[in-house]
């Protein structure tokens, strides 16, 4: 869902962010993004709370990778392996048994 469709059925962007319950700015910072395109919730949210009217096309934001979601967190497997295992116990909370460490 983009930007122009919330503003063509709510008639202006003031009144999009006030259904979402969001300031004008946060509103206009979303014909910032890629395409335009609310995020993915909240267009989730208008589809629900339209009843339909505003409809929901989850193949405009495609799918999520593994190596996304491991960037958001700072984090890679390559950089994990590379730095040993206080990267891997940060990733999984979990200490790792490296060449290092499984003799002692």
Request: charged letters at 20%.
């Amino acid at each position: 869902m983009t930007t122009t469709e919330l503003e063509t059925f709510f008639g202006t962007p003031n009144k999009a962010a006030d259904f979402f319950g969001v300031s004008p700015e946060a509103f206009y910072q979303w014909r910032k993004r890629p395409g335009s395109l609310i995020p993915k919730g909240r267009a989730a949210e208008a589809a629900y709370r339209t009843n339909g009217k505003l409809i929901f096309r989850p193949e405009l934001y495609g799918k999520r990778t593994a190596r996304t979601v491991l960037t958001g967190m700072c984090y890679s497997v390559g950089s994990v392996m590379r730095q040993g295992s206080s990267s891997l116990t940060r990733l999984t909370g979990q200490s790792a048994m490296t060449s290092r460490t499984w003799r002692r």
